[in-house]
């Protein structure tokens, strides 16, 4: 009919629902038309409490308070709610946050490597039958004798730096830094060759001590290892930063 005015509003509604158990905050979406009695139910499947011992707050999408649910035979939308206002749950049964997630007194499962290697339905299994990662023996030997020609490359370029040079260090994604060679050869902490580095500026991450070993001395947090091909030797010399300037 002309002149006549049609609401239509959404039977859904997604609310922000937080818990006495926990300080995480979670999000979920529900239908208007369901009792809070349908609503507790789902909502002990989100946060783990009983919905015999569930007292339900509603907060507004500000964090006010706005009221009690305390009807469970209501219909859901018939309370105040709003899509991202807070409904908090309150648990009575006593439980604590420590206990819904202390996991020491549950029942691990455990399966030995060798009855997993006899699934045919798992990841192991199904890598194997479509060769790929550590199961496809051609990818494999390819990335071994890259590595191995890195290396090399790695190992030729250190033996062309000597302890006392100046340098210049690019590692992607970091800004250019220069310092000075302090170590140049093989380390305890990781394989491969290493060069060690005294910066000029404090954008190390040590003092070069690594583990408990010492390589070579600096300033904390000017001192760093970088690899041989992430830097070049040269003449660089050291930034006037205007220290001693009045």
Known sequence: MDGE???VTNPYVNVRITSSLSSFENRRRFNKRITIAELKMLLEMNVGVPASSMDLEIFS????????????????????????????????????????FDDSKVEKFELSDEAYEQRKESVRSFLK???LGRFNEEEAAKKKAEL????????????????GSRCKVEVP????KLGTVMYVGTTEFKSGHWVG???????????????????????????????????????FPEEDYGLDEI
């Open 197 to 235: 580095v005294k910066y000029d500026e404090p954008l190390g991450k040590h003092n070069g001590t690594v583990q408990g070993k010492q390589y070579f001395e600096c300033q904390d947090k000017y001192g760093a290892f970088v690899k041989p091909l992430n830097m070049t030797v040269g003449d």
């Open 5 to 7: 005015v049609t609401v």
């Open 148 to 163: 191995t020609i890195r290396e090399e490359q790695q190992k030729a370029a250190a033996e062309a730096i000597s302890v």
């Open 173 to 176: 994604g970091q800004p250019t």
């Open 61 to 100: 999408t500000t964090d006010r308070f706005l009221q009690k649910i305390d009807n469970d035979e209501a219909l859901f939308g018939s309370y105040p709610v709003d899509d991202e206002c807070r409904i908090h749950v309150i648990d009575r049964s006593g439980g604590q946050t420590s206990e819904l």
């Open 129 to 131: 039958k479509q060769n």
